[in-house]
T-cell receptor, first 116, second 114 residues
């Protein structure tokens, strides 16, 4: 079974530039998550989709971050404009998550963003 | 709100030593509890989980028991190997008001020396 695919693996940009990350979840997984993992910290949820609807985006800095999940499959996360503090690993995860709210989430390898 | 607290790292052990990584949580309702592991250069992967009080999750020689009375989910292994060197994350999901998202602790780095 193919895992969660993310691209690119690494990205270096200057502050105030924009960047986009792409995620392809495991086939059939209705729920997709984007997490931000700052060095030395645990992952923090940015946004959660159920199919193509947003379930939770309370921690998403909406003045600069945006995300979409068209057709309930692939997703993109965009930052515009980037700040130095956005340097982190951006993780995409997916799960079956239907009625049971505690199913396993499968993670991609992440995109390491460095803002200089 | 719900939260997870892990012991500070790094933890450095010799091969075959006993491992304990402490994890406590704060949550309303009845969350599920997880340990995820991140090996160098790899993504997060589920190590074990427990979905209700007194459940014991186990995998690859690691164990953790869901203790509701102490709100804990400590990770243990009787004899660690060099290959266990990684970052370990305790997490919870579900419970009252949770949409199914995982809430992680800060992670504990384990280094095992031969």
């Amino acid at each position: 079974e193919a895992g969660v695919a993310q691209s690119p693996r690494y990205k270096i940009i200057e502050k105030r530039q924009s960047v986009a990350f792409w995620c392809n979840p495991i086939s059939g997984h209705a729920t997709l998550y984007w997490y931000q993992q700052i060095l030395g910290q645990g992952p923090k949820l940015l946004i959660q989709f159920q199919n193509n609807g947003v379930v939770d985006d309370s921690q998403l800095p909406k003045d600069r971050f945006s995300a979409e999940r068209l057709k309930g499959v692939d997703s993109t996360l965009k930052i515009q404009p980037a700040k130095l503090e956005d340097s982190a690993v951006y993780l995409c995860a997916s799960s079956l998550l239907g009625r049971v709210l505690s199913t396993e989430a499968f993670f991609g390898q992440g995109t390491r963003l460095t803002v200089v | 709100g719900n939260s997870v607290t892990q012991m500070e790292g790094p933890v450095t052990l010799s091969e075959e030593a006993f491992l304990t990584i402490n994890c406590t949580y704060t949550a309303t309702g009845y969350p599920s509890l997880f340990w995820y592991v991140q090996y160098p250069g790899e993504g997060l992967q589920l190590l074990l989980k427990a979905t209700k009080a007194d459940d014991k999750g186990s995998n690859k020689g690691f164990e953790a028991t869901y203790r509701k009375e102490t709100t804990s989910f400590h990770l243990e292994k009787g004899s660690v190997q060099v290959s266990d060197s990684a970052v370990y994350f305790c997490a919870l999901s579900g419970g009252a008001g949770n949409t199914g998202k995982l809430i992680f602790g800060q992670g504990t780095t384990l280094q095992v020396k031969p």
